[in-house]
């Protein structure tokens, strides 16, 4: 250590080794020191201990939710949903060929409209002439309210500097008409295919910004809120990053994936999904999700990018697959899939 | 050492009701994992951790089960595990084995027990489970200069030994770093530690910023709070409390479950022995209810 002398190092180390003796046989309670038994007999007393029979109530009571009254749409047998346009109309375009090709009856758009890709103008043409059922995320939730960013929900400054960047853009290109009908849409919708009811929201159902990351969304999560929403199936997008699980209950949880980027895989399709109801051998059925990857027109959309100038980076990321930007969010499992 | 530090100035306390923040779900579940025992005695350690302190001890493997199972029953999404140090409790492997069997962890470390062999291992349970496995390692400074006044002599070179061995087993930690230097805050002081973790040969830098709790050790090294630095019910937001994670988080110690990781050695911050007591609202009646608010403080990465 530069500019001191042995003695302040010795005098250094001795204040060091005192303060790291300070607490034997004491508690730290707030600011003070105290006997540690004096600590933890208030502690023992402290707060509430319940019997098992209010413990179980309590938990229902904390889990119960008033059910939505979101009317039930259908019953379909085939329907395709996805999310995360990002204005990458030329992937929309291309979605509704194959989805009309693989007979999808229904559409769903699960939000986020906006953002990233280029021309937001040309997305809702392409929804009414799909006869998309639309619901909002936080993106149209933001458009309409004229908040002044998307509330994606970035804690990192690169992070919200992009987001602000593709914000700012669609912000500027969207018509009052197009905004005025985004804070229109529903935040939530209820769809059968076949017997089941499946729901259909942005992030979560209880924050529209919520991320659910394949390897952070444990189980037991899925299930209590499954209970919650008195539904077979949750569909979701907001992250980017497309999943299916099968729950031991035998519902199921999806996150479509998006439309207007890739999934940070190195490959330049983008994905949605394709749901119905199957028959079993066994006389039941179940729920057949396959998440359908999607080839577009990425070198046009590319193309058109630049000659909005949209930054070189969202460019790149159509171009090879690979997120260059939304990195920080990703849980660990994702983020060491992923080059960047 | 002084007993008692006064808290600024009384007469510029604020009158009104203490505000309330209900649970809405129970998201994040903590453990105090390692207690309030560390290997080290860090001079802005808001819960005063050292290798004597055992206001709060391990929390048991035993202790870790039970609690999943109830926080299961809960729809918890994520666990965290702190201290004190966690590795040095002798159950933490286990602890963790158990945690990712049903859901995602955070282990937050102060770097200095990751041998190369502990990181195999760890690097293993990860690649074994469905769910992330993630590491916080705690730096104070971008060199031994500005790390080891906080953290304590030769400290630095030990962590940054432990972050290489965790990414040599293929594990990359985000760095978390608090804002006792003013400067890490800023986008220059973030910079410093990129460089030093491109150093390090890690390709994918991730970093949090803190701010500090002034309570525990940080209290005597940079003063508490003053009085008027309360929350008050005007203080309310439109939106609600949502934004703090006391609003979707609670702490399991060894004695009991608390509201929030930061609170754990004030007994008023307990709530009740297990989750199920802990689940109606909880008063913003501390100073640090105040920091989480003004600076949007979270916990979790």
């Given amino acids: 250590m530069s500019g001191r002398t042995p003695k302040e190092i010795r005098e250094q180390r001795r204040a060091e080794r005192e303060r790291m003796v300070a607490h034997r046989g004491m508690a730290t309670w707030g600011e003070r020191l105290v006997p540690l038994g004096e600590f933890r007999r208030v502690a023992e007393s402290a707060g509430r201990a319940l ?3 209010e413990r179980a109530a309590a938990v229902a009571t904390f889990l119960e939710r008033p059910a939505d009254g979101v009317p039930v749409e259908g019953p379909y ?24 090709r693989r007979g999808a009856e229904a559409l769903y758009c699960l939000g986020d409209l906006g953002g990233f890709g280029p021309n937001p103008e040309k997305v809702r043409p392409l929804l009414e002439q799909g006869a998309v059922a639309t619901i909002q995320g936080n993106y149209e939730e933001s458009l309409a309210s004229g908040r002044e960013d998307c509330n994606c929900g970035y804690t990192d400054p690169r992070d919200n500097h992009f987001a602000r960047l593709s914000y700012g853009y669609t912000e500027r290109n969207c018509s009052e008409a197009f905004k005025g009908w985004m804070g229109g849409l529903p935040t ?7 017997q089941r009811e499946l729901l259909l929201v942005h992030g979560s159902p209880r924050r529209i910004n919520e991320f659910l990351f394949e390897s952070a969304t444990p189980v037991p999560f899925l299930e209590t809120l499954l209970d919650q929403e008195r539904c077979d199936a949750i569909l979701c997008t907001h992250t980017g ?3 299916h699980r099968r729950l031991p209950s035998g519902r199921d949880a999806v996150n479509v994936g998006v439309l207007g980027r890739p999934a940070n895989d190195g490959r330049t399709n983008v994905w949605y999904a394709l749901l119905e109801e199957r028959e079993l051998p066994s006389g039941k059925s179940d729920l057949d999700v396959e998440l359908v990857p999607l080839a577009y027109d990425h070198q046009g959309l590319a193309e058109e990018m630049r000659r909005e100038e949209l930054p070189e980076e969202f460019v790149e990321t159509i171009l090879t697959g690979w997120w260059t930007t939304c990195l920080e969010i990703l849980p660990s499992r994702e983020r060491a899939e992923s080059h960047y | 050492m002084t007993d008692v530090i006064p808290i600024g100035n009384p007469a510029r306390a604020r009158e009104g009701a203490t505000p309330k923040v209900d649970l809405r ?25 050292s290798p004597t302190n055992r206001t709060h001890d391990f929390v048991t493997l035993e202790r870790v089960r039970e609690t999943l199972e109830e926080a299961a029953g809960l ?23 158990a945690t990712l069997e049903v859901g995602p962890a955070t282990v937050l470390t102060n770097g200095l027990l990751l041998s190369p062999e502990r990181c195999r291992r760890l690097a293993s349970l990860a690649a074994g489970s469905h769910h992330s496995l993630d590491f916080r390692v705690s730096m104070d400074g971008w060199d031994a200069e500005s790390n080891d006044p906080i953290r304590g ?7 940054v030994q432990g972050i290489s061995n965790l990414h040599d087993a293929g594990l990359n930690p985000v760095i978390t770093v608090t804002e006792v230097h003013g400067e890490s805050a800023s986008a220059a002081g973030k910079e410093r530690f990129f460089e030093l973790l491109r150093r390090l040969g890690i390709e994918k830098p991730r970093l949090k910023v803190l701010p500090l709790f002034r309570i525990g050790a940080e209290a005597e090294r940079a003063g508490a709070y003053e009085s008027w630095q309360r929350l008050r019910a005007g203080d309310t937001p439109e939106e609600g409390w949502d934004h703090l994670q006391c609003s979707s988080c609670r702490m399991v110690t060894d004695q009991g479950v608390w509201v929030c990781p930061i609170l754990v050695n004030e007994p008023s911050g307990k709530m009740g022995e297990r989750l199920a007591d802990t689940l109606d609202p909880f008063e913003l009646d501390h100073p640090a209810c105040w920091t989480c608010h003004v600076y949007g403080v979270s916990c979790k990465t």
């Fill in chain 1, 51 to 53: 019997s098992e029979k």
């Fill in chain 1, 77 to 100: 047998r085939r329907i395709a949903v996805f999310g995360g346009v990002y204005n990458n109309h030329r992937a929309l375009e291309a979605l509704l060929d194959d989805a009309e």
């Fill in chain 1, 188 to 194: 939530r919708r209820r769809v059968a295919v076949g």
């Fill in chain 1, 241 to 243: 990053l497309q999943w």
């Fill in chain 2, 25 to 49: 779900s129970l998201e994040t579940l903590w453990f105090q994992v390692g207690g309030t025992v560390c290997n080290l005695a860090c001079s802005h350690c808001f819960v005063s951790s």
């Fill in chain 2, 75 to 97: 729809g918890v999404k994520e666990y965290y595990f702190t201290g004190g140090e966690p590795f040095l409790n002798p159950e933490m492997e286990a602890i963790l084995a």
């Fill in chain 2, 153 to 159: 002599e030769g400290t630095f070179e030990k962590i």
